[in-house]
């Protein structure tokens, strides 16, 4: 294995971890923010996908343009669930169970809904033409769009650590996650913040949609099929940890990506290995902070 | 009171349906309990064979049935699922009183029927699903099976690649394909078929992502470090895309032949990827909707397009071809009832079909249930006469149908 191809591997593996972080960081956001565990998630991923396909190749729009649609579209959606639906279940008893029941009832819903609307053939997405080349470097192959996909993950890195820690929203994003009661007895309005979050967290998955759509086939039935990958992502983060999401998926898509030179035929297997001994000795995920542990 | 109301309501109905199903009764009829799937990532398959099913029993039905009888077919959704599709198969034959089993994309889910159609001793003609044990390991006197399986597109590959070696010589061999049982025979058969055909190979790697894997990227990049001359590849549906997507900027394709001799060709790529889609890829399917050029393809395409506004899938030629074969039988026997008469009939049969070429006609193998075919394999060409598609195959090779049936050794080397 010489050096340059190690480099390229790194990179393949970036490209993966950069998609399931961009679902994950929604995904475990939610659940930070709200103790929700949005089973759907997925689902607004796939969302996002179909409607960035709408403006892009129906009616021929500009990618940006369609992306920040795909986006718009599964954040409202997002929005719409959280706010009629699941805001009607929180502080039940046995709440986690009504969780799961109602966001898979969602997954059922969106599937027949883009099969109703859009048919059961595979759809396709073009990506922009200044991003459909490749960038070539001393031997080393690697094709803009997935250096563009890479970048844009970093962005949204950045991005979200700035809003958490620097503006108000973010601080009660933090807040909320920590006592939502005293949030509410300072004056927040903690329901508000909740919808808005899911929003945001809803429409930040249904961009990656439309972001991933040009690399792979849309579909319907997607939204289940990612949500697996994201969660073992947001499990060995830790459950609701943010730059634990990162570091994890990071550690997922190398891992994934060397396996597969190494021994191609168990590479698989890896990740949920990794999922595996994360839970039986440090289910609070790797990069959960110690102190949950001596409770 | 509303209780009592919904009772009556409820007898009411039970009446209705009863005097409906004995209305029906009076009609001769054949009945076809089918178990396609109508969701998730092969539903496209399961709509575009009933559909065609439904063509096939329209047009039998217009000519006034088979001995008389009329086609009836009906279907359930299968949801892909084994164990459901057994209790589904089980009630279509106690309560719906079906005269044949029918379908199915998913080889679990044949499998799973076969067994059901061996106790019962219910005709189970199987379309779509490709595994080669259910007519060589598996095979039981009342299953027959009217669509190739992965053995015979495996033969037909090797013969290919022995071709391709006296005009470009390759050495070396690389396989992707989906971790399960499906993956895993393609290569299995390719390599046997190879070794049968005496034609030298080293391999260079075998990776094996997951069934409906989204992101390739390592995959591909492994690949190219191998440097395989050829890519056999066993993918189906989406994976295809996702694979072909992913893997086209890397410049895989100009590095290596992409070799897909399965599904690789059917038109669901074609359609999805349009110009996306790279030329020069050796691909073939079970049917093609531009081969053969005969006037019974073209029609049949042309008539699919007509009723569904798309064209057809490969999966949708096996059940209307599936549906012409009962009533093939029905008619040599002269009843759909006589379960045994009818095992006789279709053994042997031999009847035109829309993917026969000119001067061949496809029969079932009296000895392993199998359909035997003529097989093709072409380049991508650009070509935009069955739109959104525009590539479609073209160049084609075309295999003699008797030189890909399973030899003895095959079966003696797969014993149950």
């Known amino acids: 294995m010489d050096f340059s191809f190690i480099v390229v591997q790194l990179i393949s593996g970036l490209t993966m971890a950069t998609f399931l972080f961009l679902i994950a960081s929604g995904l475990t956001l939610i659940f930070g923010v709200g103790k929700v565990f949005n089973f759907a998630h997925g689902s607004f991923f796939m969302i996002g996908a179909y409607v960035g396909y709408q403006f892009s190749s129906v009616w021929g729009q500009n990618f940006w343009l369609s992306l920040l649609c795909g986006g718009l579209f599964a954040g409202l959606l997002g929005m719409v669930a959280e706010f009629f639906f699941l805001r009607r279940i929180y502080g039940r008893a046995d709440e986690g169970g009504f969780q799961i029941l109602l966001t898979y009832s969602f997954i059922l819903i969106l599937d027949d809904l883009v099969k109703l609307v859009w048919g059961t053939e595979y759809k396709s997405l073009a990506k922009p033409p200044a991003l459909s080349g490749a960038i070539s470097m001393g031997g080393i192959v690697v094709p803009t769009y997935n250096v563009a996909v890479i970048a844009i993950g970093l962005a949204v890195v950045v991005a979200a650590w700035w809003l958490l820690n620097n503006t108000r929203g973010g601080r009660i994003a933090r807040a909320s996650a920590l006592d939502r009661e005293m949030l509410s007895v300072l004056g927040v309005n903690v329901p508000m913040t909740m919808t808005l979050v899911f929003g945001i967290a809803t429409a930040l998955a249904g961009m990656t949609g439309v972001l991933a759509a040009p690399l792979r086939s849309v579909t319907p039935g997607a939204g289940i099929e990612v949500i697996i990958d994201s969660l073992i992502v947001v499990v060995l983060g830790g459950l609701g940890n943010f730059w634990g999401a990162w570091l994890a998926a990071l550690l997922i898509g190398e891992v994934n990506s060397f396996a597969i030179v190494l021994v191609p035929k168990w590479a698989t297997l890896f990740s949920y290995l990794v999922m595996a001994l994360t839970l039986i000795f440090k289910p609070e995920g790797l990069f959960a902070p110690r102190k949950v542990r001596r409770v | ?416």
């Open chain 2, 1 to 416: 009171m509303a209780s009592i109301r919904r009772i009556a309501s409820l007898c009411l109905l039970l009446l209705l349906t009863g005097m409906l199903t004995s209305a029906l009764a009076q009609e001769k009829v054949i009945k076809i309990g089918a178990l396609y799937p109508m969701t998730g990532r092969s539903g496209i398959y399961g709509m575009d064979s009933v559909a065609a099913a439904e063509m096939a029993a329209e047009e039998i039905n217009a000519k006034g049935g088979a001995a008389g009888y009329k086609i009836q077919f009906i279907n359930t959704d299968s949801k892909a699922k084994p164990d459901y599709s057994v209790t589904v198969a089980k009630r279509y034959i106690s309560d719906d009183k079906v005269n044949f089993l029918f379908g199915v994309v998913s080889s679990a889910v044949g499998l799973a029927l076969t067994e059901v159609s061996k106790q019962e001793k219910k005709i189970f003609i199987g379309t779509d699903h490709a595994a080669t044990e259910l007519t060589v390991q598996n095979l039981q006197p009342y299953y027959f099976r009217v669509s190739n399986n992965t053995f015979q597109s495996m033969a037909a590959g090797a013969l290919y690649l022995k071709e391709l070696a006296q005009t470009k010589p390759w050495k070396t061999i690389a396989y992707i394909g989906p971790d399960y049982a499906y993956g895993h025979a393609q290569i299995e058969e390719l390599k046997f078929n190879l070794d049968r055909f005496g034609v030298k190979y080293q391999m260079v790697g075998e990776f094996w992502p997951k069934l409906f894997e989204s992101d390739y990227t390592s995959y591909i990049t492994s690949i190219m470090q191998a440097k395989p001359d050829i890519l056999v590849s066993g993918f189906w549906g989406g994976d295809t895309v996702a694979f072909i997507k992913q893997a086209a900027p890397y410049g895989l394709f100009e590095k290596s032949l992409y070799f897909h001799p399965d599904a690789g060709g059917n038109y669901e790529l074609l359609s999805a990827m349009g110009d996306s889609l790279p030329l020069g890829l050796v691909l073939s399917a079970r049917h093609h909707n531009n081969w053969p050029d005969t006037a019974m393809n073209k029609d049949y395409v042309s008539k699919f397009h007509k009723k569904t506004g798309r064209y057809p899938t490969y999966a949708a030629e096996g059940a209307y071809v599936g549906v012409y074969a009962i009533a093939e039988a029905v008619k040599k026997v002269g009843n759909p009832d006589d379960t045994e008469a009818l095992v006789k009939a279709l053994e042997g049969l031999k009847f035109q079909q829309p993917e026969d070429p000119e001067g061949f006609t496809s029969y079932i193998d009296p000895a392993s249930h199998q359909i035997v075919q003529v097989q093709a394999i072409g380049v991508t060409v650009p070509n935009t006469a069955f739109p959104p598609a525009t590539r479609m195959l073209g160049q084609w090779k075309i295999y003699k149908a008797e030189d890909l049936l399973p030899p003895k050794e095959w079966a003696a080397k797969n014993k149950p």
